[in-house]
């Protein structure tokens, strides 16, 4: 169903997400793995950190201390509540992740673009404060009303360079 409306960006976000949630060896998907794809990607969120003045290596770095991978030794994981058995191969979304991706699947239609790209994929993570990503992005400063301003003013003043994963 996402994938109907998703930039193809965005669609290898979220690939790029499950890798980073496997290379952590866990076995959800939480916004931690989305940021962490993201700060990887050079989608338009990577342009809207950059103007912004983020230092991606501190944030990834911080984002890594804060998602807590698998102990190798004892072959345990923080496991998320509510959090059931993958069906299939497939990784459950936590909760905070669902959030943020449906606060994206609202903030697309009210800009009017077409489609969720990776800036709204950013602003999804931002308003949701109490998870992983939110709580380390708002730590290093970053805050939804300036993201969310800066990333519209991009948009205003090139929209096709800043368009470039399909969508903003």
Do not use: C
Not at 134 to 157: C, P, W
């Amino acid at each position: 169903m996402w994938e109907l409306v998703l930039t193809p960006a965005v669609q290898d976000l979220m690939r790029s997400a499950k890798e980073q949630a496997d290379a952590l060896g866990h076995e959800y998907l939480g916004t931690e793995h989305i940021l962490l794809a993201m700060l990887a990607s050079r989608g338009t969120a990577s342009q809207v950190l950059t103007r912004l003045g983020v230092d991606r290596d501190a944030l990834r770095d911080h984002m890594l201390e804060v998602a807590e991978p698998r102990n190798a030794q004892w072959g345990t994981t923080k496991r998320r509540s509510g959090v059931r058995p993958p069906p299939r191969g497939e990784l459950p979304i936590t909760a905070h992740a669902k959030l943020a991706m449906e606060h994206s699947f609202e903030l697309a239609p009210e800009l009017s673009h077409p489609a969720v790209g990776t800036a709204h994929m950013l602003l999804g993570l931002l308003h949701t404060p109490g998870s992983p990503a939110g709580a380390v992005m708002n730590h290093k400063g970053l805050s939804y009303d300036a993201t969310r301003q800066l990333a519209i003013e991009m948009f205003a003043e090139d929209p096709a360079s800043f368009n470039a994963d399909g969508a903003p």
